[in-house]
Nanobody, 120 residues
Framework: QVQLEESGGGLVQAGDSLRLSCVASGFTFSTYSMAWFRQAPGKERVFVATITWSGGRTYYDDSVKGRFTISRDNAKNMVYLQMNSLEPQDTAVYYC?????????????YGQGTQVTVSS
């Protein structure tokens, strides 16, 4: 079955950087797009970034554009989120996600998440 496991979260100060990692298993990782979502306290889970199966294209929410970079290593079944210039409003649980099929648009599977807390 599909399994996604995030790591790399923590408590940092505003302006710091963090790199989140997600290891995937249970599906042909190299053929699926991958994404990161986040959920702040008391708010809905929202899209952060996505990357195509080859890594050739990436898309970002405007709130993180220019600060966050999504990447992947298909040989290791890993997807990453490099987060620079972190702001207190980036505080959230971060989830990696994948759709249920290579051509599907909706992200169906999520990991358990990793907490990122940014202090001012």
């Amino acid at each position: 079955q599909v399994q996604l496991e995030e790591s790399g979260g923590g408590l940092v100060q505003a302006g710091d950087s963090l790199r989140l990692s997600c290891v995937a298993s249970g599906f042909t990782f190299s053929t699926y797009s991958m994404a990161w979502f986040r959920q702040a306290p008391g708010k809905e889970r929202v899209f952060v970034a996505t990357i195509t199966w080859s890594g050739g294209r990436t898309y970002y929410d405007d709130s993180v554009k220019g600060r966050f970079t999504i990447s992947r290593d298909n040989a290791k079944n890993m997807v990453y989120l490099q987060m620079n210039s972190l702001e207190p409003q980036d505080t959230a649980v971060y989830y990696c996600a994948t759709p249920s099929c290579p051509t599907c648009q909706r992200y169906e599977y999520y990991g358990q998440g990793t907490q990122v807390t940014v202090s001012s």
